[in-house]
């Protein structure tokens, strides 16, 4: 292995190796050194690809020193302000955002703030790096907090967690995503939601707008890179779609409940299910065979026999591959056998997305049929 494979460059996103051949690097150079901080001084920009996920990203470039200071102009476009107005709107309507505690991550001098304030948002916050821009967010009345961003968002050096949070072309300007989408998961509370939106760099290949790039920004994300980066780190993804014209991707998240994690809801479910299977063959006076030898029905039938010592008379299936095994000690029987079953007078079906198909089958049987789930 040759000196330059042994240090090979990792994506940001998924930490595969990426491609070092010139044909697959982007060499930009004369970019200035820093987008709002003007200077004559400028440099060259290497850009990769990276194979798996898909994320355009610089490397071999060094960080500027303020690097995660948010810079914005959206108070020059009267247009452009209305419309990420009507956007935050539909956020906070949408997910009743109004009486929540919200939090802006990278929040520049207040421009967004003051927006989400002319939503109707009762509580807002905002964390920000540069020291200037906090002071004029604490002007306009902003409770803001300052400092490095992750390194706040660690430390939870603020009231929270939050229900919501929003954060406006920050993300792409981090080296390390992850660590930054893995942060704003731990900020919200489960079920909460956020806001996250970027530049669309499908857009960006598109119409092979190279003018986009930048020292300041250190990753692109493509609309799959995005859904790859927030899954990753534990979002669920409730929309994400391209606006202003296509040159913004936005994705709206949700932390899930904890009770999904713990199973709580399927738990719950379970025991209900094998109440009412119990409660079903009790009116039948434990009188009863099954349709289906699936995993479905065995796993039902093997349930009810630990727990209550309860079988099947019978057990059908139109597979004869299965017929002549056993469930539980009851031996699977040909669909034929139905018909000549004198014992039994009530079939329970038990075959997943073949219920209806089987339960039409067995319609012309002088039974009572019953189908299940």
């Not at 919200?102 to 020291?131: A, H, P, W, Y």
Request: charged share 25%; with cysteine.
């Amino acid at each position: 292995m040759n000196g330059r494979n042994a240090t090979m460059d990792k994506c940001a996103i998924c930490n595969n190796d990426l491609p070092i051949s010139k044909e697959d690097t982007l060499v930009i150079n004369d970019v200035p050194e820093n987008t709002f901080n003007f200077t004559t001084k400028t440099g060259s920009l290497q850009v990769v690809s990276c194979k798996v996920c898909g994320s355009v990203q610089l490397v071999n470039v060094p960080l500027s020193h303020d690097y995660d200071v948010v810079y914005r102009s959206i108070e020059v476009s009267v247009s452009y302000r209305e419309d990420k107005k009507r956007q935050i709107k539909r956020f906070v309507k949408s997910y009743k955002l109004h009486d929540k505690c919200m939090i802006e991550v990278g929040c520049g001098n207040g421009q967004f703030l003051d927006i989400i304030r002319e939503t109707g948002v009762s509580k807002i916050v905002g964390i920000e790096s540069g020291k200037d821009h906090c002071s004029e967010c604490s002007q306009k009345g902003f409770d803001v907090i300052h400092g490095n961003i992750i390194d706040v968002l660690k430390t939870k050096k603020m009231v929270g967690p939050f229900e919501a949070f929003v954060t406006f072309h920050y993300l792409e300007h981090l080296p390390n995503p992850a660590e930054f989408v893995t942060c704003l998961y731990k900020t919200v509370k489960p079920g909460g939601v956020g806001l996250i939106e970027v530049p669309n760099y499908d857009y960006i290949e598109k119409n092979n707008i190279w003018l986009e790039f930048t020292k300041d920004h250190r990753v692109y994300y493509r609309k799959r890179t995005l859904c790859y980066l927030l899954a990753k780190c534990g979002f669920s993804i409730e929309q994400i779609e391209e606006n202003n014209g296509g040159i913004c991707l936005t994705a709206v998240v949700r932390k899930p409940d904890s009770s999904d994690a713990d199973f709580a809801s399927m738990k719950n479910q379970i025991k209900k299910d094998i109440d009412k299977f119990k409660q079903l063959i009790e009116r039948l006076n434990g009188s009863f065979a099954v349709y289906g030898a699936g995993h479905y029905s065995q796993l039902l039938i093997n349930m009810i026999d630990r727990q209550y010592g309860i079988k099947p008379l019978h057990i059908f299936d139109s597979n004869r591959q299965k017929v002549g095994n056993k469930i539980c000690d009851v031996v699977v029987e040909d669909r034929e056998e139905t018909e000549k079953m004198r014992d039994c007078n009530n079939i329970i079906v038990i075959c997943g997305l073949y219920n209806d198909e089987v339960c039409r089958m067995l319609s012309s049987l002088n039974k009572n049929v019953i189908k299940w789930g």
